[in-house]
C-alpha cells in the first residue's frame, strides 16, 4: 500500500469519523427525527443511547456565551483537524512527512481519550452507546493505516513536532476553531436545539421577543392534584415541570429550578409532574427499558412525597442518576430508607396501582398538552417557547417580568 493511498484511505476514513462525531452532536441535542438519533438507537441496547447522551458526562454544561457543549464536538473537531493534516498532504508534498508526523500524536491521544470514555461508559455509566463504538474503531483504524509510515520517519521525536508547528499555530488553531464552530452551531441549527445565553445569536428569537411570545401564549389547564409541590404554596407564580428522573437536561433544570426557589423565596413555587421516557409506563414512548429505571424513579418520588419526604427523594434520585447509579428497587429503597420514610408503607406504595394510576394520569395530560421531550415547563399554565434546559437569563427575566405584572 502507497503513502499515496494511505493518504486517501486517511482521509476517508477521518471523514467517517467527523461524521459519526456529528451525528452525536446530534443525538445529544436530542431531535427525534434526526440522523443522529435513529442511528445511535439502533446501534445500542435499547435505552443505551439515550443513558449516555443525558448523562453529567455527555457535556460541559452552561458555558458563558456557548450553552452546553457536547463532548462529541471535541470528537468533530478532532477528526475535522487529522483530516485536513492528511488532505494538506495530498495537496503539498513536501509537508507530508511533518503532517504525519504531528497527525500521529493527536490520533495516540484521541486514542488515549478515547479510553478514558469507553471506561466511563461502562464503568460509571453502564451503558454503551453505538455510534460511541464506531468512532474508537475508527481511531484505531487510523492509528493502524499510518502505523508503519510513521515508524520509517527518521525523526519522530516531539521536538520536531514541535518545531514544525513554528510560524503555522495560528493557522492550524483558525482551522480548529473553524471546525469547532461548524460543529456546535451546525449540530444545534440541524437539530432546533440550540440554547443559547445571548437567544439572538444564530437567528434565535431574543429574549425580549421570546417574553412577547410567551406573553401572548395561551394558557393551558394542568391538573396539580396529589402532585409534589415544593415552595411557598400561596406563591403566585407556578412553575411546572415534566421531566424524566434518568434525563441529563431534567437534572440540570432542577438544579436551576432549586436555586431559584432560594432566590424568589415565597414568590415562585415548582409543582413536579412525571413523563418517564420508558414504554413500561408511559403509553407515548415505544422504547421499554428492561430495567424500567425510569419507571421505578418516578413511582418512588411520588410514594416520597405519599410521607411528606419528596424533595429529598427527589434530588436524591438525581444525584444518584448524575453518579451512574440507575434507578432499581434496591436502590430506590435505599434512597427511602436514608431519608427517613416508613419502609412497609414506602414498599406498598411502590406496587400499588394508585401510584401506576397517577402516572398515567400524568401521560394522558402530557398528551393533550403535545409534551414529547424532557424537560418541558410551564409558567403559570403557559409553555415556555422550547422544551430543555430552560435559559436562565431568560427565565430570570420572564420571572421579573411576571412579578411586576402581580
Known amino acids: 500500500m502507497s503513502q499515496l493511498s494511505k493518504n486517501k484511505i486517511s482521509i476517508i476514513l477521518s471523514a467517517l469519523g467527523l461524521l459519526l462525531s456529528f451525528l452525536l452532536i446530534q443525538k445529544y441535542y436530542g431531535d427525534p427525527s434526526s440522523v443522529g438519533e435513529t442511528l445511535c438507537n439502533a ?7 439515550d443513558k449516555v447522551s443525558e448523562s453529567s458526562y455527555s457535556a460541559i454544561r452552561n458555558v458563558p456565551g456557548l450553552g452546553d457543549i457536547p463532548i462529541a464536538l471535541f470528537g468533530f473537531v478532532f477528526y475535522g483537524f487529522v483530516g485536513f493534516l492528511f488532505v494538506l498532504s495530498e495537496i503539498k508534498k513536501e509537508t507530508a512527512e511533518s503532517n504525519l508526523r504531528l497527525a500521529f500524536y493527536v490520533l495516540v491521544l484521541g486514542l488515549v481519550a478515547d479510553a478514558g470514555l469507553f471506561i466511563i461508559s461502562v464503568g460509571v ?3 454503551l452507546c453505538g455510534l460511541c463504538v464506531a468512532t474508537y474503531v475508527v481511531t484505531i483504524a487510523l492509528l493502524a493505516v499510518n502505523f508503519s509510515e510513521f515508524k520509517k520517519l527518521s525523526d519522530k521525536s516531539i521536538q520536531s513536532v514541535t518545531n514544525s508547528l513554528n510560524g503555522n499555530i495560528l493557522n492550524l488553531l483558525i482551522v480548529v476553531l473553524s471546525f469547532f464552530v461548524f460543529g456546535l452551531y451546525g449540530g444545534r441549527i440541524s437539530t432546533g436545539g440550540a440554547r443559547l445565553v445571548s437567544g439572538a445569536a444564530n437567528g434565535e428569537k431574543s429574549i425580549p421577543e421570546q417574553l412577547k411570545e410567551f406573553e401572548t401564549t395561551a394558557t393551558v389547564s394542568i391538573d396539580l392534584k396529589d402532585v409534589p409541590v415544593v415552595g411557598d404554596p400561596n406563591a403566585p407564580i407556578t412553575i411546572v415541570k415534566y421531566a424524566d428522573f434518568n434525563c441529563g437536561h431534567c437534572m440540570h433544570t ?3 429550578l432549586k436555586s431559584f426557589l ?10 413536579y409532574k412525571n413523563f418517564p421516557l ?3 409506563c408511559n403509553r407515548l414512548v415505544g422504547r421499554k427499558s428492561p430495567e424500567a429505571s425510569s419507571c ?11 410521607q411528606n419526604k419528596f424533595y429529598p427523594v427527589y434530588t436524591g434520585l438525581y444525584d444518584d442518576n448524575e453518579a451512574g447509579v440507575m ?18 408503607q414506602f414498599r406498598a406504595c411502590m406496587s400499588s396501582s394508585k401510584i401506576r394510576d397517577q402516572i398515567n394520569r400524568e401521560v394522558d395530560e402530557a398528551e393533550q398538552l403535545k409534551i414529547n421531550s424532557t424537560p418541558t415547563l410551564f409558567i403559570n399554565n403557559k409553555p415556555l417557547p422550547k422544551s430543555g434546559t430552560p435559559d436562565v437569563n431568560f427565565l430570570h427575566q420572564l420571572i421579573n417580568q411576571l412579578i411586576k405584572q402581580s
Open 327 to 344: 434507578h432499581t428497587a434496591v436502590t430506590v429503597s435505599r434512597l427511602a430508607e436514608k431519608n427517613g420514610l416508613k419502609m412497609d
Open 254 to 256: 432542577s438544579k436551576i
Open 125 to 127: 455509566i453502564k451503558a
Open 262 to 271: 432560594s432566590e424568589y423565596n415565597g414568590i415562585i413555587k415548582v409543582a
Open 43 to 49: 446501534l445500542s441496547e435499547s435505552g443505551s443511547c
Open 296 to 306: 421505578v424513579a418516578a413511582s418512588a418520588a411520588l410514594c416520597a412525597n405519599q
Open 278 to 280: 420508558d414504554g413500561n
